[in-house]
Protein backbone atom coordinates (compact mmCIF):
# COMPACT_ATOMS: atom_id res chain seq x y z
CA UNK A 1 0.00 0.00 0.00
CA UNK A 2 1.40 3.35 -1.00
CA UNK A 3 0.79 6.60 1.49
CA UNK A 4 -1.05 9.52 0.86
CA UNK A 5 0.73 11.91 -1.21
CA UNK A 6 3.65 9.90 -1.23
CA UNK A 7 4.68 10.94 -4.71
CA UNK A 8 4.78 14.36 -5.81
CA UNK A 9 4.78 15.49 -9.46
CA UNK A 10 5.49 19.05 -10.97
CA UNK A 11 5.09 20.13 -14.77
CA UNK A 12 3.32 21.49 -17.35
CA UNK A 13 -0.39 20.54 -17.63
CA UNK A 14 -1.11 20.52 -21.11
CA UNK A 15 -4.54 19.07 -22.97
CA UNK A 16 -4.19 17.16 -26.00
CA UNK A 17 -5.50 17.40 -29.09
CA UNK A 18 -4.90 14.16 -31.20
CA UNK A 19 -5.59 12.93 -34.37
CA UNK A 20 -4.41 10.65 -37.23
CA UNK A 21 -2.71 12.51 -39.81
CA UNK A 22 -0.79 12.12 -43.00
CA UNK A 23 2.60 13.26 -44.09
CA UNK A 24 1.76 15.97 -46.24
CA UNK A 25 -0.02 17.30 -42.95
CA UNK A 26 3.51 16.73 -41.19
CA UNK A 27 5.25 18.50 -43.94
CA UNK A 28 3.12 21.43 -44.31
CA UNK A 29 3.89 22.61 -40.31
CA UNK A 30 7.36 21.18 -40.52
CA UNK A 31 6.97 18.70 -38.36
CA UNK A 32 9.09 15.42 -37.86
CA UNK A 33 7.89 12.20 -36.15
CA UNK A 34 8.83 11.31 -33.06
CA UNK A 35 10.16 14.83 -32.09
CA UNK A 36 8.84 16.96 -29.54
CA UNK A 37 8.81 20.58 -29.62
CA UNK A 38 7.30 23.92 -28.67
CA UNK A 39 5.31 25.55 -31.15
CA UNK A 40 6.33 28.45 -33.21
CA UNK A 41 4.46 31.23 -34.47
CA UNK A 42 4.07 28.63 -38.32
CA UNK A 43 2.69 26.04 -35.72
CA UNK A 44 -0.36 27.97 -34.35
CA UNK A 45 -2.93 27.37 -37.18
CA UNK A 46 -2.41 23.72 -36.56
CA UNK A 47 -4.12 23.19 -33.63
CA UNK A 48 -7.55 24.99 -35.26
CA UNK A 49 -6.85 22.66 -38.30
CA UNK A 50 -6.66 19.04 -35.63
CA UNK A 51 -9.51 20.41 -33.85
CA UNK A 52 -11.88 20.36 -36.79
CA UNK A 53 -10.73 16.79 -37.70
CA UNK A 54 -13.52 14.10 -37.23
CA UNK A 55 -10.93 11.73 -35.20
CA UNK A 56 -9.65 14.39 -32.74
CA UNK A 57 -9.33 13.50 -29.06
CA UNK A 58 -9.32 15.68 -25.67
CA UNK A 59 -6.72 13.98 -23.06
CA UNK A 60 -5.49 15.29 -20.52
CA UNK A 61 -1.69 15.71 -20.61
CA UNK A 62 1.34 17.16 -20.11
CA UNK A 63 4.58 14.59 -19.81
CA UNK A 64 4.58 14.92 -15.50
CA UNK A 65 0.78 14.65 -15.52
CA UNK A 66 1.00 11.81 -17.30
CA UNK A 67 3.31 9.77 -15.35
CA UNK A 68 1.41 10.87 -12.12
CA UNK A 69 -1.09 9.62 -13.39
CA UNK A 70 -0.51 6.24 -14.77
CA UNK A 71 1.00 6.20 -11.33
CA UNK A 72 -1.74 6.48 -9.52
CA UNK A 73 -3.50 4.40 -11.87
CA UNK A 74 -1.36 1.28 -10.90
CA UNK A 75 -1.33 2.10 -7.47
CA UNK A 76 -4.96 2.09 -6.82
CA UNK A 77 -5.02 4.26 -3.45
CA UNK A 78 -6.81 7.40 -4.10
CA UNK A 79 -4.61 10.09 -3.39
CA UNK A 80 -1.17 8.34 -3.23
CA UNK A 81 -0.12 10.78 -5.71
CA UNK A 82 -0.29 14.79 -6.28
CA UNK A 83 0.17 16.82 -9.10
CA UNK A 84 1.21 21.26 -8.86
CA UNK A 85 1.38 23.19 -12.70
CA UNK A 86 -0.53 26.07 -14.22
CA UNK A 87 -3.73 26.23 -16.34
CA UNK A 88 -6.05 28.74 -17.49
CA UNK A 89 -9.34 30.22 -15.92
CA UNK A 90 -11.37 28.29 -18.74
CA UNK A 91 -12.93 25.33 -20.51
CA UNK A 92 -10.08 23.03 -20.84
CA UNK A 93 -8.29 24.23 -17.25
CA UNK A 94 -12.09 22.54 -15.88
CA UNK A 95 -11.79 19.75 -17.68
CA UNK A 96 -8.01 18.80 -16.47
CA UNK A 97 -9.58 19.65 -12.74
CA UNK A 98 -12.08 16.61 -13.48
CA UNK A 99 -9.32 14.71 -15.60
CA UNK A 100 -7.58 14.78 -11.98
CA UNK A 101 -9.95 14.51 -10.05
CA UNK A 102 -11.53 11.22 -11.93
CA UNK A 103 -7.88 9.89 -11.59
CA UNK A 104 -7.49 9.82 -7.88
CA UNK A 105 -4.68 12.80 -7.95
CA UNK A 106 -4.92 15.47 -5.66
CA UNK A 107 -4.00 18.61 -8.26
CA UNK A 108 -3.44 22.21 -6.62
CA UNK A 109 -3.18 24.10 -9.86
CA UNK A 110 -2.07 27.33 -9.88
CA UNK A 111 -4.84 29.41 -12.71
CA UNK A 112 -3.66 32.43 -14.27
CA UNK A 113 -5.99 34.87 -15.16
CA UNK A 114 -4.52 35.92 -18.12
CA UNK A 115 -3.48 32.90 -20.01
CA UNK A 116 -5.38 30.11 -21.49
CA UNK A 117 -4.49 26.32 -21.01
CA UNK A 118 -1.88 25.43 -22.47
CA UNK A 119 -2.29 22.24 -25.30
CA UNK A 120 -0.36 20.04 -27.14
CA UNK A 121 -0.79 18.92 -30.66
CA UNK A 122 -0.42 14.92 -30.95
CA UNK A 123 -0.40 13.99 -34.84
CA UNK A 124 0.10 10.57 -35.18
CA UNK A 125 1.04 8.97 -38.46
CA UNK A 126 1.13 4.87 -38.42
CA UNK A 127 1.14 4.94 -34.97
CA UNK A 128 4.41 7.08 -34.34
CA UNK A 129 3.62 10.12 -32.79
CA UNK A 130 4.91 14.47 -33.06
CA UNK A 131 4.08 16.48 -30.18
CA UNK A 132 3.67 20.26 -30.92
CA UNK A 133 3.41 22.14 -27.03
CA UNK A 134 1.70 25.71 -27.13
CA UNK A 135 2.48 26.03 -23.18
CA UNK A 136 0.09 29.43 -22.76
CA UNK A 137 -0.80 28.76 -19.10
CA UNK A 138 1.65 25.96 -18.23
CA UNK A 139 4.68 28.63 -18.74
CA UNK A 140 3.05 30.98 -15.82
CA UNK A 141 3.98 28.77 -13.28
CA UNK A 142 5.51 31.27 -10.58
CA UNK A 143 7.58 29.43 -7.37
CA UNK A 144 5.18 31.79 -5.32
CA UNK A 145 2.43 29.17 -5.35
CA UNK A 146 4.54 26.50 -4.88
CA UNK A 147 5.72 28.53 -1.33
CA UNK A 148 1.95 28.90 -0.22
CA UNK A 149 1.55 26.76 2.84
CA UNK A 150 -1.30 24.73 1.54
CA UNK A 151 0.73 23.62 -1.78
CA UNK A 152 4.53 23.37 -0.06
CA UNK A 153 2.67 20.85 2.16
CA UNK A 154 2.19 18.35 -0.40
CA UNK A 155 6.28 18.93 -0.95
CA UNK A 156 6.61 18.11 2.68
CA UNK A 157 3.97 14.67 2.24
CA UNK A 158 6.38 13.33 -0.24
CA UNK A 159 8.85 11.38 -0.10
CA UNK A 160 9.25 10.81 -4.12
CA UNK A 161 9.33 13.55 -5.76
CA UNK A 162 8.93 13.64 -10.07
CA UNK A 163 9.63 16.42 -12.37
CA UNK A 164 9.99 16.58 -16.33
CA UNK A 165 12.40 17.97 -17.87
CA UNK A 166 10.19 20.48 -19.83
CA UNK A 167 9.66 22.21 -16.59
CA UNK A 168 13.18 23.48 -17.02
CA UNK A 169 12.08 25.71 -19.31
CA UNK A 170 9.01 27.37 -16.95
CA UNK A 171 10.56 27.47 -13.21
CA UNK A 172 13.76 26.28 -12.75
CA UNK A 173 13.49 28.17 -9.52
CA UNK A 174 10.69 26.03 -8.37
CA UNK A 175 12.51 22.67 -9.51
CA UNK A 176 15.94 24.02 -7.35
CA UNK A 177 13.77 24.37 -4.43
CA UNK A 178 12.16 20.88 -4.39
CA UNK A 179 15.48 19.59 -5.50
CA UNK A 180 17.25 21.25 -2.52
CA UNK A 181 14.80 20.07 -0.22
CA UNK A 182 15.26 16.63 -1.63
CA UNK A 183 18.62 16.26 -0.44
CA UNK A 184 18.21 18.16 2.68
CA UNK A 185 15.52 15.43 3.66
CA UNK A 186 16.75 12.15 2.48
CA UNK A 187 13.79 11.95 -0.13
CA UNK A 188 13.92 10.73 -3.60
CA UNK A 189 14.20 13.16 -6.47
CA UNK A 190 13.46 11.87 -10.06
CA UNK A 191 13.53 13.72 -13.65
CA UNK A 192 13.38 12.99 -17.35
CA UNK A 193 15.73 13.97 -20.18
CA UNK A 194 12.24 14.98 -21.63
CA UNK A 195 13.32 15.95 -25.43
CA UNK A 196 16.46 16.61 -26.95
CA UNK A 197 15.44 20.44 -27.38
CA UNK A 198 15.83 20.44 -23.34
CA UNK A 199 19.26 18.62 -23.69
CA UNK A 200 20.81 21.28 -26.31
CA UNK A 201 19.26 24.92 -25.84
CA UNK A 202 18.75 24.00 -21.61
CA UNK A 203 21.86 22.86 -20.78
CA UNK A 204 22.46 25.26 -17.82
CA UNK A 205 19.44 24.38 -16.22
CA UNK A 206 19.74 21.38 -16.55
CA UNK A 207 23.49 21.33 -15.60
CA UNK A 208 22.52 23.27 -12.50
CA UNK A 209 19.92 20.39 -11.00
CA UNK A 210 21.39 17.25 -12.31
CA UNK A 211 23.59 16.67 -8.79
CA UNK A 212 20.38 16.81 -6.93
CA UNK A 213 19.05 14.34 -9.40
CA UNK A 214 18.57 10.48 -8.19
CA UNK A 215 16.95 8.83 -11.04
CA UNK A 216 17.37 10.01 -14.44
CA UNK A 217 14.92 8.81 -17.04
CA UNK A 218 15.01 8.96 -21.04
CA UNK A 219 14.95 7.54 -23.89
CA UNK A 220 17.93 7.00 -26.77
CA UNK A 221 17.83 9.65 -28.91
CA UNK A 222 17.72 12.35 -25.75
CA UNK A 223 20.39 10.03 -24.28
CA UNK A 224 22.80 10.71 -27.50
CA UNK A 225 21.95 14.16 -27.85
CA UNK A 226 23.02 14.49 -24.41
CA UNK A 227 26.13 13.05 -24.72
CA UNK A 228 26.67 14.87 -27.76
CA UNK A 229 26.14 18.32 -26.43
CA UNK A 230 28.78 17.70 -23.67
CA UNK A 231 31.52 16.14 -26.32
CA UNK A 232 31.68 12.49 -25.75
CA UNK A 233 31.74 10.61 -28.74
CA UNK A 234 29.62 7.40 -28.28
CA UNK A 235 26.30 6.61 -29.52
CA UNK A 236 26.41 3.33 -27.34
CA UNK A 237 23.63 4.01 -25.09
CA UNK A 238 24.68 1.25 -22.30
CA UNK A 239 28.06 3.61 -22.02
CA UNK A 240 25.94 6.98 -22.08
CA UNK A 241 23.39 5.77 -19.46
CA UNK A 242 26.63 4.92 -17.40
CA UNK A 243 28.57 7.93 -17.98
CA UNK A 244 25.30 9.98 -16.90
CA UNK A 245 24.43 7.72 -13.60
CA UNK A 246 28.61 9.10 -12.89
CA UNK A 247 27.94 12.64 -13.44
CA UNK A 248 28.89 14.71 -9.83
CA UNK A 249 26.46 14.35 -6.98
CA UNK A 250 25.31 17.36 -4.62
CA UNK A 251 25.78 16.36 -0.91
CA UNK A 252 23.68 14.40 0.95
CA UNK A 253 23.11 12.43 -2.23
CA UNK A 254 24.13 8.60 -2.58
CA UNK A 255 24.29 7.49 -6.18
CA UNK A 256 22.19 7.90 -9.15
CA UNK A 257 20.63 5.70 -10.91
CA UNK A 258 20.09 6.15 -14.95
CA UNK A 259 17.30 4.63 -16.76
CA UNK A 260 17.09 4.54 -20.38
CA UNK A 261 14.31 2.92 -22.51
CA UNK A 262 15.08 2.19 -25.99
CA UNK A 263 11.25 1.66 -27.83
CA UNK A 264 11.43 -1.80 -28.31
CA UNK A 265 14.37 -2.54 -27.80
CA UNK A 266 16.03 -3.62 -23.83
CA UNK A 267 15.99 -1.01 -20.94
CA UNK A 268 19.30 0.41 -19.99
CA UNK A 269 19.60 0.85 -16.05
CA UNK A 270 23.42 2.18 -15.24
CA UNK A 271 23.66 1.92 -11.20
CA UNK A 272 26.44 1.55 -9.25
CA UNK A 273 29.00 1.52 -12.46
CA UNK A 274 27.42 -1.68 -14.09
CA UNK A 275 24.89 -1.70 -16.47
CA UNK A 276 21.52 -4.55 -16.64
CA UNK A 277 19.21 -4.29 -19.76
CA UNK A 278 15.89 -5.36 -19.52
CA UNK A 279 13.67 -6.42 -22.41
CA UNK A 280 10.53 -5.26 -22.78
CA UNK A 281 7.47 -6.96 -23.67
CA UNK A 282 6.97 -7.08 -27.64
CA UNK A 283 3.82 -6.00 -29.51
CA UNK A 284 2.77 -7.29 -32.89
CA UNK A 285 2.93 -3.56 -35.29
CA UNK A 286 -1.08 -4.54 -35.49
CA UNK A 287 -1.62 -3.96 -31.85
CA UNK A 288 -0.25 -0.36 -31.58
CA UNK A 289 -2.55 2.48 -31.24
CA UNK A 290 -0.03 5.10 -30.68
CA UNK A 291 3.44 5.30 -29.08
CA UNK A 292 1.87 9.15 -26.87
CA UNK A 293 2.37 8.65 -23.58
CA UNK A 294 4.60 5.11 -23.97
CA UNK A 295 7.58 7.32 -22.00
CA UNK A 296 5.33 9.11 -19.76
CA UNK A 297 3.46 5.51 -18.82
CA UNK A 298 6.76 3.61 -18.69
CA UNK A 299 7.86 6.70 -15.68
CA UNK A 300 4.64 6.32 -14.12
CA UNK A 301 4.70 2.42 -13.87
CA UNK A 302 8.16 2.10 -12.57
CA UNK A 303 7.19 5.50 -9.82
CA UNK A 304 4.56 3.12 -8.58
CA UNK A 305 6.30 0.17 -7.48
CA UNK A 306 9.55 2.47 -6.66
CA UNK A 307 7.56 4.40 -3.95
CA UNK A 308 6.21 0.49 -2.90
CA UNK A 309 10.19 0.41 -2.19
CA UNK A 310 9.89 -2.49 -4.79
CA UNK A 311 13.41 -3.90 -6.71
CA UNK A 312 14.69 -2.19 -9.67
CA UNK A 313 13.70 -4.92 -11.47
CA UNK A 314 9.96 -5.14 -10.60
CA UNK A 315 9.91 -1.15 -11.24
CA UNK A 316 11.41 -1.96 -14.70
CA UNK A 317 8.65 -4.30 -15.37
CA UNK A 318 6.01 -2.54 -14.13
CA UNK A 319 7.14 0.48 -16.20
CA UNK A 320 7.24 -1.75 -19.37
CA UNK A 321 4.20 -3.20 -18.53
CA UNK A 322 1.80 0.17 -18.32
CA UNK A 323 4.02 1.83 -21.34
CA UNK A 324 2.70 -1.61 -23.07
CA UNK A 325 -0.95 -0.75 -22.26
CA UNK A 326 -0.53 2.79 -22.92
CA UNK A 327 0.89 1.61 -26.89
CA UNK A 328 -2.26 -0.41 -27.38
CA UNK A 329 -5.25 3.16 -26.52
CA UNK A 330 -5.62 6.47 -28.04
CA UNK A 331 -3.72 8.95 -26.20
CA UNK A 332 -2.34 8.07 -22.64
CA UNK A 333 -5.17 6.39 -21.05
CA UNK A 334 -5.76 3.38 -19.52
CA UNK A 335 -8.23 0.47 -19.06
CA UNK A 336 -10.01 0.78 -15.11
CA UNK A 337 -7.44 -1.41 -13.36
CA UNK A 338 -4.65 -2.38 -14.26
CA UNK A 339 -3.84 -6.18 -14.52
CA UNK A 340 0.19 -6.36 -13.07
CA UNK A 341 1.31 -8.79 -10.69
Known amino acids: MASEGVLLGMGNPLLDISAVVDDAFLTKYDVKLNNAILAEEKHLPMYDELASKGNVEYIAGGATQNSIRVAQWMLQTPGATSYMGCIGKDKFGEEM ?180 TFPVILLPKEKLVDTNGAGDAFVGGFLSQLVQQKSIEDSVKAGCYAANVIIQRSGCTYPEKPDFN
Not at 107 to 132: I, K, N, Q
Not at 190 to 215: G, T, W
Not at 233 to 244: D, F, G, H, S
Request: net charge negative; with cysteine.
Open 97 to 276: KKNAQAAGVTAHYYEDEAAPTGTCAVCVVGGERSLVANLSAANCYKSEHLKKPENWALVEKAKYIYIAGFFLTVSPDSIQLVAEHAAANNKVFLMNLSAPFICEFFRDAQEKVLPFVDYIFGNETEARIFAKVRGWETENVEEIALKISQLPLASGKQKRIAVITQGADPVVVAEDGQVK
